[in-house]
């Protein structure tokens, strides 16, 4: 910007005259930029609704499901044993013993100082008799173990510090062998040799070689039904894990133990009952934000006047409908019943209620169909909850997009004022300067007037 001295010549004060000029040459771009901040406001409203909502269409989607509300809680007389219960419970009880915890077989080498063969070569044979072999790299333990543990046959292999050897005096070390699964199936045999060696006979069982020894077997978890009893029936897993014993019920053993442990399944009517208060909780939480942001605020300006504002969603269909789908989706009929004989009650200030109590009797009475009407109303709320809040197609969300595209435009329209405003002020600076030029050559030419009119004066005398 160019250096500017106001009124030389004119004593006009024209950077500030130039300044209340843009003022008023500025207001339709004023309007436009408050059009702007009343528009992203509303956006960001709008985007915060649409949040809540989203989030009540996942969680009422699941309700409305049938292991929305299949809620059981099971519990078990034991602290060896954990139990769950999931979708397809059934309430009931049943007594067990658990007779054995599954385990991994273990074996170890006798003392070696380095692996009899070069090169190593192993064979193992697994619980179903498949073979695999492995080649180390060198006599090494330490190779050994590491060709044992890249090889993939189910097996891991430590090498453990073992003394000195009492001839030589050289380390010595035992290789450790782990089954990788627990149970049965884990079991495995291990050869020097390869498995046409195995085959033929001539390979031999690391077990059989001096200082070997099986340190841990293979084994099932077991547990035994009705213990005792004609009736008794033994239950197997290859890991301490049994999800068959039960329909929808998992259940986890730790330790062996003889005394029975009794397992206990029952409705979880707290759950379920949580449930349904969450669901009218997180409509009453949409119902309150849509209120906020309806209410219309008054305030006093200077002069003593009233100044009414309304709210970013006062007057908007929009949203009017979105709340009303939604409260109508929780608060009309199922099967010709209202909603209030199962505690969801509304108000007439267009907000839900729920008594506990009465959920709770009404569950208590006939829980088949409590759970029926929760994922009823779950379902229509979904539905509508879904309908405004889909991120392709839902009325908030189109709403929004078209805001936004609003806004973009008015803001190209800002742009295109920025560049008027400044051609419009350059020309107002261009034409006070030139006035002060055109001044001053008047000023110049008066001067000389009045100069030439006295020196007629001078000669006329």
Same mark, same amino acid.
């Given at each position: 910007m160019?250096l500017a001295?106001?009124?030389?010549?004119?004593?006009?004060?024209?950077?500030?005259?130039i300044?209340?000029?843009?003022?008023a040459?500025?207001?339709?771009?004023?309007?436009?930029?408050?059009?702007?901040?009343?528009?992203t406001s509303?956006?960001?409203?709008?985007?915060?609704?649409n949040?809540?909502?989203?989030?009540?269409?996942?969680?009422?989607?699941?309700?409305?499901?049938?292991?929305g509300?299949?809620?059981?809680?099971?519990?078990?007389?034991?602290?060896?044993?954990?139990?769950?219960?999931?979708?397809?419970?059934?309430?009931?009880t049943?007594?067990?013993?658990? /007779?054995?915890?599954?385990?991994?077989?273990v074996?170890?080498?006798?003392?070696?100082?380095?692996?009899?063969?070069e090169?190593?070569?192993?064979?193992?044979?697994?619980a179903?008799?498949?073979?695999k072999?492995?080649?180390?790299?060198?006599?090494?333990?330490?190779?050994?173990?590491?060709?044992?543990?890249?090889?993939?046959?189910?097996?891991?292999?430590?090498?453990?510090?073992?003394?000195?050897?009492?001839?030589?005096?050289?380390?010595?070390?035992?290789?450790?062998?782990?089954?990788?699964?627990?149970?049965?199936?884990?079991?495995?045999?291990?050869?020097?040799?390869?498995?046409?060696?195995?085959?033929?006979?001539?390979?031999?069982?690391?077990?059989?070689?001096?200082?070997?020894?099986?340190?841990?077997?293979?084994?099932?978890?077991?547990?035994?039904?009705?213990s005792?009893?004609?009736?008794?029936?033994?239950?197997?897993?290859?890991?301490?894990?049994?999800?068959?014993?039960?329909?929808?019920?998992?259940?986890?053993?730790?330790?062996?133990?003889?005394?029975?442990?009794?397992?206990?399944?029952a409705?979880?009517?707290?759950?379920?009952?949580?449930?349904?208060?969450?669901?009218?909780?997180?409509?009453?939480?949409?119902?309150?934000?849509?209120?906020?942001?309806?209410a219309?605020?008054?305030?006093t300006?200077?002069t003593g006047?009233?100044?009414?504002?309304?709210?970013?969603?006062?007057?908007?269909?929009?949203?009017?409908?979105?709340?009303?789908?939604? =409260?109508?989706?929780?608060?009309?009929?199922?099967?010709?019943?209202?909603?209030?004989?199962?505690?969801?009650?509304?108000?007439?200030?267009?907000? =839900?209620?729920? /008594?506990? /109590?009465?959920?709770g009797?009404? =569950?208590?009475?006939?829980?088949?169909?409590?759970?029926?009407?929760?994922?009823?109303?779950?379902?229509?709320?979904a539905?509508?909850?879904?309908?405004?809040?889909?991120?392709?197609?839902?009325?908030?969300?189109?709403?929004?997009?078209?805001?936004?595209?609003?806004?973009?435009?008015?803001?190209?329209?800002?742009t295109?004022?920025?560049?008027?405003?400044?051609?419009?002020?350059s020309t107002?600076?261009?034409t006070?300067?030139?006035?002060e030029?055109?001044?001053?050559?008047?000023?110049?030419?008066?001067?000389?007037?009045?100069?030439q009119?006295?020196?007629?004066?001078s000669?006329?005398?």
């Amino acid at each position: 910007m160019g250096l500017a001295i106001d009124g030389l010549i004119s004593g006009l004060k024209t950077t500030d005259l130039i300044d209340q000029l843009m003022q008023a040459e500025a207001i339709p771009q004023t309007l436009l930029k408050n059009k702007v901040s009343d528009s992203t406001s509303y956006i960001t409203a709008m985007q915060a609704l649409n949040t809540k909502v989203a989030a009540l269409a996942d969680a009422a989607t699941k309700a409305s499901k049938p292991a929305g509300t299949d809620l059981h809680i099971a519990t078990s007389s034991s602290t060896a044993v954990t139990v769950t219960a999931g979708v397809g419970a059934v309430d009931g009880t049943i007594d067990f013993t658990v /007779d054995k915890v599954a385990q991994s077989q273990v074996i170890v080498t006798g003392p070696l100082t380095q692996w009899p063969d070069e090169p190593p070569v192993l064979t193992f044979v697994a619980a179903d008799g498949t073979t695999k072999q492995v080649t180390a790299a060198s006599s090494s333990l330490a190779d050994v173990a590491a060709a044992i543990n890249k090889a993939g046959v189910g097996v891991s292999a430590t090498r453990v510090s073992a003394g000195l050897d009492p001839v030589s005096g050289a380390q010595t070390y035992r290789l450790q062998l782990s089954s990788t699964a627990t149970g049965s199936t884990g079991a495995f045999t291990a050869y020097r040799g390869t498995p046409a060696d195995v085959t033929a006979g001539t390979a031999t069982n690391l077990l059989t070689e001096p200082g070997a020894a099986q340190v841990r077997a293979a084994q099932d978890a077991q547990l035994t039904l009705w213990s005792g009893t004609g009736a008794a029936q033994v239950v197997t897993s290859s890991t301490n894990s049994f999800a068959d014993v039960l329909p929808g019920v998992s259940i986890t053993v730790s330790a062996a133990s003889t005394t029975p442990v009794t397992l206990t399944v029952a409705r979880d009517d707290k759950s379920i009952t949580d449930l349904a208060n969450t669901l009218v909780s997180s409509l009453n939480d949409i119902f309150g934000y849509v209120s906020s942001k309806q209410a219309v605020s008054t305030t006093t300006n200077a002069t003593g006047g009233t100044v009414v504002t309304a709210g970013a969603f006062t007057g908007d269909s929009t949203v009017r409908d979105a709340n009303q789908k939604l =409260l109508t989706a929780a608060s009309a009929p199922i099967d010709g019943v209202s909603p209030s004989k199962y505690g969801i009650n509304i108000t007439r200030d267009g907000t =839900l209620t729920f /008594d506990k /109590d009465v959920f709770g009797a009404a =569950l208590a009475a006939d829980p088949e169909k409590v759970k029926a009407v929760v994922q009823t109303i779950a379902g229509r709320v979904a539905d509508a909850a879904t309908a405004t809040s889909d991120k392709y197609d839902g009325t908030i969300t189109t709403k929004i997009a078209g805001e936004q595209k609003t806004v973009k435009g008015l803001n190209d329209q800002i742009t295109d004022w920025d560049s008027r405003l400044a051609d419009r002020r350059s020309t107002l600076e261009k034409t006070y300067a030139n006035l002060e030029v055109q001044l001053q050559q008047l000023q110049s030419q008066s001067s000389w007037l009045t100069g030439q009119l006295a020196s007629l004066s001078s000669s006329s005398s």
